[in-house]
């Protein structure tokens, strides 16, 4: 499936990571998965941060098919910072930061 020409469609604006009646963005974003996987890193970063400022300041402008794809990155947002990740933040691989599971450290 193709995309439908973005900027002909009512409502679309740039950042919009799925578009509102553009059949493939519709259909990915019906996907359990919201389509994150068809995410490229760049564009992936952008969902994170679109996430974030949708859920911190009155961000418009977003469409309704990307909303669910949103509320999951930003759900994981939220559990993340539980774990010492700032919203907005992907968190990337850094030495001591994580929470390894090393079987040799856990006593019961
Ligand atoms: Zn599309």
Redesign the pocket.
């Known amino acids: 499936m193709m ?2 020409n ?1 900027e002909t469609l009512s409502g679309w604006n740039p950042l919009q990571l ?2 509102d009646s ?1 059949d ?2 519709e259909a990915r974003g019906r996907l359990d998965d919201h389509g994150i996987p068809y995410l490229d890193a760049e564009r992936f970063a952008a969902a994170w941060q679109r996430a974030a400022d949708w859920n911190r300041t009155d961000l418009g402008g977003i469409s309704i098919t990307e909303a669910p794809l949103l509320n999951v990155l930003w759900a994981v947002q939220v559990q993340l910072e539980r774990l010492g990740v700032p919203l907005g933040t992907i968190p990337l691989p850094e030495p001591h930061i994580g929470m390894h599971h090393n079987p040799e450290a856990s006593s019961s």
């Open positions: 995309h439908d973005h799925l578009v553009c493939e963005c």
